[in-house]
């Protein structure tokens, strides 16, 4: 992964948070947490200019994504929010386990 990372749901308050907060507090990287239905194209578009890394938790959201970022986008689709809470259990074990893959099928972590 990147340095810095823009995380990004429907409203920027549960899966983009719970992801950023993963990405910050347990793997020391640099996350902000949007969404696409609260903030505005001009800030969406602003982020992305920042981020080396957009990660959209459901697929779909790429929509939302300026189509110049698109090279930048990572996918966790955790599917639509259940959980209304970043910090819910569940979901941050979904994410985790999300991680670990991807960083694996990268090399970047050896399997545990």
Known sequence: MKSKIV?????GNS?????AYLLKYHYKI???A?????NTPETLEMLCEWAD???ILEKK????????Y???V?????????????????????LQVMMVEKLMKKGELNEV
């Open 61 to 68: 959201f790429i929509i939302y994504i300026p189509e110049k």
């Open 30 to 32: 640099d996350a902000l």
């Open 74 to 94: 990572d996918i966790f689709d955790v599917g639509p929010d259940i959980w209304f809470n970043g910090l819910h259990p569940d979901l941050l074990n979904i």
């Open 15 to 19: 899966r983009s948070v719970a992801l």
């Open 34 to 38: 949007c969404g696409w239905e609260k």
């Open 7 to 11: 995380c990004m749901c429907q409203g």
């Open 53 to 55: 890394v957009v990660c």
């Open 70 to 72: 698109h090279s930048k």
